[in-house]
C-alpha cells in the first residue's frame, strides 16, 4: 500500500476519472500483494455487482462524479462519500476494495475539489473489527438503500452544508 500512496504523491496530476487511473492506483496499492492487482474481477462474489457489468458501471459511476464537479451537485464531501459507496458498491476487484475506495474517494477530493482527505478511521483501524468499521458497513449498508445519513455523517459531512440527498448526475 505504501508503495500506491508514494507512487500517488509523486505522479503528475491528470484525470483521475479514468477507468485506466482507478486500476493503476489498485495495481500500486496492491500489486506487490496480488499479481491480479489492478485487473477487474472475473468471477461472482457474495458482494459487488455482476463482473460483466464492472466496466460499464464504473464508467457511468466516472461520469457522474465529473458531473457532480462540473455542476456543483454536491458539496465535496458528500460528493466523496458517494463517489466511495458507488465504487464499494460496484466491488470491482477480487480483494482490497475498501481500502482502494476510500483512497481514491480521497484522490477525488484533493483533486477535483482541493479538500483535506477523510479521516475514515478516527484513530481505530477499518481492516479489524471494531466500533469505527462496524459504524462504517452500516453507513454503507444504509446507503445501498439510498439513505446516506449514516455515510454523510461519518465522513464528518454536516446536513447543514446541503440537504440535497438524492442520487443526482
Same mark, same amino acid.
Given at each position: ?92 476487484? &477480487? *480483494?482490497? @476494495?475498501? #481500502?482502494?475506495?476510500?483512497?481514491? !474517494?480521497?484522490?477525488?477530493? =484533493?483533486?477535483?475539489?482541493?479538500? %483535506? ?9 477499518? &481492516? *479489524?473489527? @471494531?466500533? #469505527?468499521?462496524?459504524?462504517?458497513? !452500516?453507513?454503507?449498508?444504509? =446507503?445501498?438503500?439510498?439513505?446516506? %445519513? ?12 446541503? @440537504? ?6
Amino acid at each position: 500500500i505504501q508503495t500506491g500512496l508514494l507512487w500517488l504523491g509523486r505522479r503528475r496530476r491528470s484525470d483521475i476519472l479514468t477507468d485506466d487511473f482507478l486500476r493503476e492506483l489498485h495495481r500500486r496499492l496492491f500489486g506487490d500483494v496480488w499479481s491480479w492487482a489492478g485487473t477487474y474481477r472475473l468471477r461472482e462474489k457474495n458482494i459487488g455487482i455482476d463482473p460483466r457489468m464492472i466496466g460499464v458501471s464504473i464508467r457511468n459511476l466516472l461520469g457522474d462524479a465529473a458531473y457532480w464537479v462540473e455542476h456543483a451537485t454536491y458539496q465535496p464531501l458528500e460528493a466523496a462519500a458517494r463517489f466511495h459507496h458507488r465504487l464499494v458498491q460496484i466491488h470491482p476487484f &477480487a *480483494n482490497g @476494495n475498501g #481500502r482502494h475506495a476510500r483512497i481514491s !474517494a480521497d484522490t477525488y477530493l =484533493a483533486e477535483c475539489f482541493g479538500h %483535506d482527505p477523510i479521516d475514515w478511521e478516527n484513530g481505530a483501524d477499518l &481492516a *479489524n473489527n @471494531n466500533e #469505527r468499521r462496524d459504524a462504517y458497513i !452500516a453507513a454503507l449498508r444504509a =446507503a445501498d438503500g439510498h439513505d446516506y %445519513d449514516l455515510l454523510l455523517a461519518f465522513v464528518g459531512h454536516s446536513n447543514d452544508d446541503d @440537504n440535497n440527498n438524492d442520487d443526482g448526475g
